[in-house]
């Protein structure tokens, strides 16, 4: 079936350094995409988000990269800080349900900041 | 705006009693959605209710599981009879029906039955 994935379960960052955080997707009609970071014992935050007719987005120290051609889509994150350990999870709108409202998430990548 | 807003926080109970979670979506929000997360399957849907109606109930995992949504406001994820494997976070989102279908999360109910 479709499905929003994540390559990597954890990634560890030295503070100050950039982190790049991947996800791909299958859905190839997938058209929406949204990043969420949740940090322990939160609830999941809604950072960006990027529509398919955008292939860059940009906010405050994040940047979102979305490549159709290969289904890839990553989460940039600048001069990484203690504040931005968290899980992030990737979401698109789920296809198979037949409504855009419901969310398919992926597993999560784990962002540890080393001191 | 005080964001989604979910009680308990945290709730301990024994096994077989009736565990009652409470959402109060953000004001304007006409979508409201029922997630329950575990190390084990991550974030899955549980059900959604638009405009205080339930539209898609296909992820509640058994018959004691049941929600409901009286009004705008407010909405509960019942649990009767509660069973150790429901130990999870339930985490309460709603979103606008207009424009973009981000969902804005509740800081969840961590649930743990003995």
């Known amino acids: 079936g479709e499905s929003v994935g994540l390559h990597l379960p954890t990634l560890s960052v030295q503070e100050g350094d950039n982190s790049i955080i991947n996800c791909a997707y299958s859905n190839s009609a997938s058209d929406y995409f949204i990043w969420y970071k949740q940090e322990s014992g939160k609830g999941p935050q809604f950072i960006i988000d990027?529509?398919?007719?955008?292939d860059k987005r940009q906010g405050q120290r994040v940047t979102v990269l979305l490549n159709k051609t290969v289904k890839h889509l990553s989460l940039q994150i600048a001069a990484t800080q203690p504040g931005d350990s968290a899980v992030y999870f990737c979401?698109?709108?789920?296809?198979?349900?037949?409504?855009?409202?419901?969310?398919?998430f992926g597993s999560g990548t784990q962002l540890t900041v080393l001191p | 705006d005080a964001g989604v807003i979910q009680s308990p926080r945290h709730e301990v109970t024994e096994m077989g009693q009736e565990v009652t979670l409470r959402c109060k979506p953000i004001s304007g929000h006409d979508y409201l959605f029922w997630y329950r997360q575990t190390m084990m399957r991550g974030l899955e849907l549980l059900i959604y209710?638009?405009?205080?109606?339930?539209?898609?109930d296909s992820g509640m995992p058994e018959d004691r599981f049941s929600a409901k949504m009286p009004n705008a406001s407010f909405s509960t994820l019942k649990i009767q009879p509660s069973e150790p494997r429901d130990s999870a976070v339930y985490f309460c989102?709603?979103?606008?029906?207009?424009?973009?279908?981000?969902?804005?999360f509740g800081p969840g109910t961590r649930l743990l039955v003995l």
């Open positions: 979401a698109e709108p789920d296809s198979s349900s037949g409504s855009a409202r419901q969310l398919t």
């Open positions: 990027i529509r398919s007719n955008m």
């Open positions: 209710f638009n405009n205080n109606v339930p539209i898609d």
């Open positions: 989102a709603s979103s606008l029906s207009a424009g973009k279908e981000t969902q804005y």
